[in-house]
């Protein structure tokens, strides 16, 4: 891997109509002026996944019952892991399994069309749940390069104003229960510390502001985890994992109990009740499988044995409020299958099956 070429990952997260695509061209157009040794690409999510594949795959599932839309969205980090693997010369470099995914990847995106050290890669979406902007730095630790965010503040009227104007407008709903659902960039979070809020101000001012956050960042790049013995850390993972996945089943256990009796309290028959127990442990599966397979990411400070030691005992355990706020999210999707906007903007990793709460 070569030394001298460095790459950040910007994330710019958002509401519809905040002005992050805005904001992306022009700092790609201002990098070209003033910053020769950065190569600036951008990663859009709407041009990599245009709205009629986005509505097809939304309402479908793959053969370990994930949606395809969600597994489009992986396989397109994988394309810009894929990306930063042939910039720095890495033996790494992997194919995402989705060949679709990968032309329309390659047909938006950009290649560097000058050679410069640094590679600025802008990713352009919503990313309103952390775990969405996680995986980014996952992969920024993955290769130890800089990784930033840019979080851009819109109040929901101006962000619905602007909506309408667009050609292919999201959907009204869609932009409120996102606005109520964002989990918001913290340095409080040791992996979200160079990160910035921007309002609506001078578009000139705030690119400034953002190539002095990248600056920052690039000084100081994501480190990878401590080696220590591997067989040792394999061996630890194991357990660790089996672990979290037997806290979450009985944390998940204990949230169904609790539904329940609140279900059977409000005067419920047994059909109902029977039909809603029925949802619910559907949605317990659904989760636990995803955890399984590995498409419900469990952020690696949950991943330790203190952390997930009697987690289903201590509600207000990281794990604990974690898989709450999954299970939660599901149930809140209603007695019936989603909408297309509803499934579009589901969390990662409640997607697993058709069947809703």
Not at 138 to 144: E, P, S, T, V, W
Request: net charge negative; proline share 4%; aromatic share 6%.
């Amino acid at each position: 891997m070569s030394r001298s070429h460095r790459v950040c990952i910007l994330v710019l997260n958002g509401l519809p109509g905040s002005g992050k695509t805005t904001h992306a061209r022009a700092l790609i157009e201002t990098c070209e002026l003033r910053m020769p040794e950065w190569n600036c690409v951008g990663v859009c999510y709407d041009e990599i996944l245009p709205k009629d594949v986005e509505k097809d795959l939304v309402t479908n599932c793959n053969s370990k019952g994930i949606s395809k839309w969600k597994e489009y969205r992986q396989n397109i980090v994988l394309c810009v892991d894929n990306y930063i693997a042939s910039f720095l010369g890495s033996a790494e470099t992997r194919v995402p399994v989705d060949h679709i995914v990968t032309v329309q990847f390659n047909k938006s995106v950009a290649y560097p069309t000058k050679s410069a050290e640094i590679l600025v890669i802008i990713i352009d979406d919503n990313m309103y749940f952390k775990g969405m902007r996680y995986e980014y730095f996952q992969l920024a630790r993955k290769y130890q390069v800089a990784f930033a965010e840019v979080h851009f503040d819109c109040n929901v009227d101006v962000a619905l104003s602007r909506n309408k104007e667009r050609v292919e407008p999201v959907s009204s709903e869609v932009i409120i229960g996102m606005s109520a659902k964002f989990e918001l960039p913290t340095k409080a979070e040791a992996w979200e510390k160079y990160s910035v809020t921007l309002g609506q101000g001078a578009l000139k001012g705030n690119v400034s502001q953002i190539i002095e956050l990248i600056q920052q960042a690039l000084a100081d790049p994501v480190k990878p985890i401590p080696e220590e013995n591997l067989e040792e850390k394999v061996a630890s993972r194991t357990v660790c994992s089996t672990s979290v996945i037997h806290q979450a089943d009985q944390i998940l256990r204990k949230l169904i109990a609790e539904k329940m009796s609140i279900l059977r309290d409000s005067g419920a028959n047994k059909a109902e009740l029977k039909d809603h127990g029925g949802k619910l442990n559907t949605a317990r599966s659904c989760i636990l499988s995803d955890m399984k397979h590995g498409s419900l990411r469990i952020p690696v400070e949950m991943e330790t044995s203190t952390a997930v030691a009697d987690a289903s005992k201590d509600r207000n355990s990281h794990l604990f409020v974690f898989i709450e706020r999954i299970f939660t999210e599901k149930e809140s999707g209603g007695v019936t299958k989603p909408t297309f906007t509803e499934a579009l903007h589901e969390t990662p990793g409640a997607e697993c099956s058709t069947a809703q709460i």
